[in-house]
């Protein structure tokens, strides 16, 4: 199947056609400057359709940041969803909207052809209640759905299942601490296939030390910076989340390599920014193996996890009593891109392999969205159905619904399930 891939932001449209079956990009293209000189997301999405002309592009797959408690797995986009996206938006205020967007320029631009969104926090639907809950008044944090659901979930979960296939086992048999790090940075316990700690929360700012984002911190912290003369809400967001993290520390920027080259040189902060960030991602590595009660593999991922040796080196440090042996060798050599996308870098000796994996979220997407629209087909003259088969259920548009059950906005609940959102429903019909 050729599934075009959109990730829409704030002033750009990234878009691959992959070919899922070969697992291989066909085309690929960056639309940038969006919102400067009247040029917006329907007319990079039109660039995205003309790059793509030479195939037949059978579904689009749509990342979108956050689906709050609702949206926990790859869904077919239709108003109801596109409506239940955009009350996700206090939650993701900088993401949604311009995921939003690029849905519905895909939509006006290829009508009939099938849409999926895939979440980043979907992967993460799996948290147990006692890793995705905050020591708040619990009606208030309802209310206001103020808990945990992570993010990178794409990443996490194409990682590990690329580990999985490399280390020659399933993956529900594997516990893994996959390491998305980049210029945003998140760890995940993956336990036997499933996210069970990770360390985004809310939102993208808790967790790891990032390039711009503080990670970990004091709520007193926010606090005492709030009551500053002059402080703002606006003023000690923009500090959090884009004046703090590598950025922040070093005082150099973001970019690890400018920080490994001025450390070299004697310059302390970047000095600082280095540990910090090493001593966060170490310390999450032994709290996961924890959590899950021991530990397979570590796997690196993202442009720092993938690129930087050194930084590699440093997070694993003082892990050999959990088995984790490096193999120097292996870690200065390796290299990782879409045609090898796994090497190991641990010692024969390690108990705990260590793996460098080539992340590839739009591969991911094009997958899901090829689950989905796999099993698509539209209500006709013939009285077909339409339905979306996932891993375990099916969806089911508004037509189709209609057409199953005539005069029915929304199914009856019977019974809730374990997915938050998700329940049993009264109605009954015979799949042949």
């Given amino acids: 199947m050729k599934v075009l891939v959109l990730n829409s932001g704030s002033s750009s449209l990234k878009y691959k056609l992959v070919d899922t079956e070969a697992r291989r990009t066909l085309v690929a293209g960056l639309a940038e400057r969006l919102g400067r000189g009247g040029r917006t997301h329907a007319d990079a999405i039109a660039e995205a359709v003309a790059a793509s002309a030479a195939h037949r592009v059978d579904a689009v797959g749509h990342r979108v940041v956050h689906g709050g408690a609702r949206f926990v797995h790859p869904t077919l986009l239709d108003p109801e969803c596109v409506a239940a996206i955009e009350e996700c938006v206090p939650l993701a205020p900088a993401h949604n909207p311009h995921n939003l967007a690029g849905i519905r320029a895909a939509c006006a631009a290829l009508p009939g052809v099938p849409q999926v969104a895939v979440f980043d926090t979907a992967f993460h639907a799996t948290l147990p209640r006692r890793a995705r809950t905050y020591a708040i008044d619990g009606v208030l944090a309802e209310r206001l759905g103020l808990r945990r659901y992570g993010f990178h979930g794409t990443s996490h979960a194409f990682v590990a299942a690329e580990a999985a296939r490399a280390l020659g086992r399933p993956l529900e048999e594997l516990r893994l601490v996959t390491l998305h790090l980049g210029n945003g940075a998140s760890a995940c316990a993956v336990e036997r296939g499933s996210s069970t700690e990770t360390s985004m929360g809310l939102t993208p700012l808790e967790g790891l030390v990032m390039g711009s984002r503080c990670g970990d911190l004091d709520p007193g912290l926010v606090l005492r910076l709030l009551r500053e003369p002059g402080a703002s809400l606006d ?21 690890l390599r400018d920080l490994e080259a001025r ?73 990782v891109d879409e045609a090898q996308r796994v090497a190991e870098v641990s010692a024969p000796e390690s108990r705990v392999r260590v793996l ?15 689950e989905v629209a796999a099993g698509l087909h539209r209500v ?46 009264e109605e009954r019909v015979d799949v042949l």
């Fill in 235 to 255: 003023s000690v967001e923009e500090l959090l989340g884009s004046r703090s993290g590598l950025a922040g520390l070093s005082g150099v920027g973001n970019d």
């Fill in 263 to 335: 450390a070299a040189e004697g310059h302390d902060p970047s000095r600082l920014a280095i540990a910090v960030f090493s001593h966060r991602v170490r310390k999450y590595i032994g709290a996961y193996a924890a959590v899950m009660g021991g530990l397979d593999a570590v796997v690196f991922t993202g442009g720092i996890g993938q690129n930087a040796v050194a930084m590699r080196r440093r997070i694993l440090q003082r892990l050999e009593f959990l088995g984790v042996v490096l193999d120097e060798a292996r870690n200065a050599a390796v290299r």
């Fill in 356 to 370: 460098v994996v080539a992340t590839d979220e739009e591969l991911r997407i094009a997958e899901l969205t090829a």
């Fill in 380 to 425: 006709g003259a013939d009285g077909a159905v339409g339905l979306a088969v996932s891993r375990a259920h099916v969806h089911l548009d508004a037509a189709s619904l209609q057409a199953l059950f005539p005069g029915r906005e929304r199914l009856t609940p019977r019974a809730p399930l374990s997915q938050p959102g998700l329940f049993l429903a």
